[in-house]
């Protein structure tokens, strides 16, 4: 739920903002609403601290700002999350995947590559996350990081660590970086960071090239490419201080995927590209997209695509088959990929 002006309320509804017909009374009842959301998740908002990120009892996610910062009045914005994470089956019903790439993100899970889910704000980076997640043994020891908890994952040794602002005083503050290097102190089989946005990607890059293997974090970016120039800003920002080629390196041997999602013209949600890093060329990373969104047309908001396989064999292979995980290579043939039914 967006809420812009007290007569302005909106809600997503397949992919698109609509007007909700709910309205408040005035700017001052909205006001009020806010404050008591955000007193019930134990937070404060006022003049001297006018924005506020917090999590509801119910897991819901909310985000509030306030005059003087929010100019026209109070601005609420509200996500909700359902009660059961979405599976990879339902997401190939919906449309979002293709089966081949299902199948190949659930091996990559159980052979512990090290996996970046990239994209826009709001396509749905944490509940893909969240969907592969299902893939993970049970009696892994795994600990995730988040600002705000979202993840929700099963298992018999999760360990869910929660970020904190610092209070009026500005003092009290736990940052993700913190709260990372702690991780690494509680013997993780795996480590999951709901959003890599700053320098706790240097902590990140340490786990998955120090042992950690099957760790996964999202990341806010245009592409897939994009995923990768944005980590190298954010591993300078942790203090890196390394040549360029140096770092691209660094990041090549981290991590194996980049799995890109974007979102379409009609409003649905798609992974757009699964990407190996496959080393580096001289003082640049070497990538390899293996399957793909193909957009072929827009007509009358409709939109017209497919996913396909690009042709390239993955050199991870080999990986999976040591770990007793066998994928048909035919998966990687080039070529259209079959779809599931959209429901």
Do not use: W
């Amino acid at each position: 739920m967006l809420v812009t002006a007290p007569d302005r309320v909106f809600v997503e509804r397949n992919g698109k903002l609509v007007e909700s017909g709910a309205v408040f009374r005035d700017g001052a009842h909205l006001l009020h609403v806010i404050q008591r959301l955000v007193r019930n998740a134990g937070r404060r908002i006022d003049e001297r601290s006018p924005m506020v990120d917090a999590r509801l009892s119910d897991g819901s996610r909310v985000n509030a700002v306030i005059p003087p910062l929010a100019v026209d009045g109070p601005q609420l914005s509200i996500r909700r999350f359902p009660k059961r994470a979405l599976g990879l089956d339902r997401m190939v019903d919906l449309g979002t995947l293709a089966p081949a790439t299902a199948t190949l993100l659930r091996a990559a899970v159980k052979a512990r590559l090290n996996v970046i889910f990239s994209g826009g704000a709001g396509v749905g980076k944490t509940t893909m996350l969240n969907a592969v997640s299902a893939s993970l043994d049970r009696d892994e020891r795994v600990i995730t990081i988040e600002d705000a908890a979202e993840l929700r994952l099963e298992g018999n040794h999760v360990v869910r660590l929660e970020s904190r602002a610092a209070n009026v005083e500005g003092v009290g503050a736990v940052a993700p970086r913190d709260l990372l290097r702690n991780a690494l102190r509680m013997r993780p089989d795996r480590i999951i960071v709901g959003e890599c946005r700053g320098a706790e990607a240097f902590d990140m890059m340490q786990a998955m090239n120090t042992g950690h293997e099957g760790s996964m974090t999202t990341l806010h970016a245009n592409s897939a490419r994009d995923t990768l120039t944005r980590l190298e800003s954010m591993l300078a920002m942790g203090g890196f201080d390394v040549p360029v080629r140096v770092l691209r390196e660094y990041i090549a041997s981290g991590i194996d995927l980049v799995v890109h999602l974007a979102r379409l013209p009609d409003g649905r949600r798609v992974v757009s590209e699964v990407v190996e890093l496959a080393g580096t060329e001289g003082e640049s990373i070497r990538t390899e997209v293996l399957h793909r969104y193909e957009l072929e047309s827009v007509r009358e908001g409709v939109v017209a695509g497919r996913f396909v396989a690009t042709g390239v064999t993955p050199r991870f292979l080999a990986r999976m088959k040591a770990r007793g995980i066998a994928l048909d290579a035919a998966m990687f043939t080039a070529g259209p990929l079959a779809t599931g039914s959209k429901k």
